[in-house]
């Protein structure tokens, strides 16, 4: 089969290595779920269920590439963090997205059928998530990417529960509610909520607010050592001798400085 006089064609073919020694971050996301949620008649604001199917997914990624060393989603979306010496494929750009987004489709699959086997997928409606990479070169830009995401979580969900607040509770119709809610700022939000609905904010569950965290957590990790001498180095000499990890679920805020110095092996 080498050789054939064919092969020249494969030189026609492109690749884009995604630059070494720099964060990867892929991220999928579901293809029309507007009427995606639409069709399967998902619960509004949130649907829960559909939330841990995606979240099951997500998780299921992880356990399947131990490069993986952290993830986070929300709505239709999931982003995961490479490790930075990672050579999965070689880092090869199509391979990785194109894997990302086929295995995360199958996984969502697999997972609706398993938690909600009352609602059969449809052949015209099968959930499908496309892929990007991008390479951020340092620490500071992965975490403000993350932050990003879980931001705009935030805003998303503010004001979805609020608009479906005024509509499923207070009677409006949907131009109304959206016309209510020009203009209004968080603050504004927060006190439609209390004032007209009884719903306090501060209240709703965090996996809503905040999203969905994994973290290829390492247990054993020894912080109080590392902070002795926080330099890179030491950081890889230490992070020889730690084995133990786990997958770890959480809905915590990412924004704060806290979350990422508590770990810094994320970002290694
Ligand atoms: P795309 O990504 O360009 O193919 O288009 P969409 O329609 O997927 O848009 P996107 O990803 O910006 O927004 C996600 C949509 O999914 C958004 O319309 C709200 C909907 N969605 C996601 N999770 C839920 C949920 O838990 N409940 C409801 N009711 N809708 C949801
Ligand atoms: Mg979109
Ligand atoms: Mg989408
Ligand atoms: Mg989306
Ligand atoms: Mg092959």
Not at 67 to 89: H, N, T, V, W
Request: glycine content about 4%.
């Amino acid at each position: 089969m080498a050789n054939s006089r064919y092969e020249y064609v494969r030189s026609f073919e492109r690749e884009n290595i995604l630059l070494p020694q720099s964060h990867i971050v892929i991220r999928v996301d579901g293809r029309g779920f507007h009427k995606f949620s639409d069709h399967y008649d998902f619960e509004k604001p949130n649907d829960e269920k559909a939330l841990q199917v995606i979240n099951e997914a997500a998780k299921q990624m992880m356990v399947t590439m131990p490069d993986i060393i952290m993830a986070y989603g929300d709505s239709d979306e999931y982003s995961f963090l490479l490790r930075k010496d990672c050579d999965l494929f070689e880092r090869r750009e199509f391979k990785l997205i194109t894997t990302f987004a086929s295995a995360f489709s199958a996984y969502y699959q697999h997972f609706w059928t398993k938690w909600i086997p009352g609602k059969p997928l449809d052949l015209e409606r099968l959930p499908m998530f496309d892929a990007r990479a991008v390479v951020y070169p340092n620490a500071e830009n992965v975490m403000d990417y993350f932050r990003w995401r879980q931001v705009d979580c935030h805003i998303n969900n503010l004001y979805n529960t609020t608009f479906w607040s005024l509509v499923l509770k207070g009677g409006m119709t949907t131009n109304e509610a959206e016309n209510r809610l020009i203009g209004t700022l968080s603050a504004d939000k927060n006190e439609i909520l209390f004032k007209d609905f009884g719903i306090n904010y501060n209240n709703i569950h965090d996996m809503y607010k905040k999203g969905t965290i994994y973290i290829r957590e390492y247990t054993d990790f020894p912080l109080s050592k590392y902070l002795e001498d926080p330099t890179e180095a030491h950081l890889k000499r230490l992070m020889k001798r730690v084995k133990k990890s786990t997958i770890e679920q959480y809905h915590c805020d990412i924004i704060k400085d806290s979350f990422w110095t508590q770990r810094p092996y994320l970002l290694l």
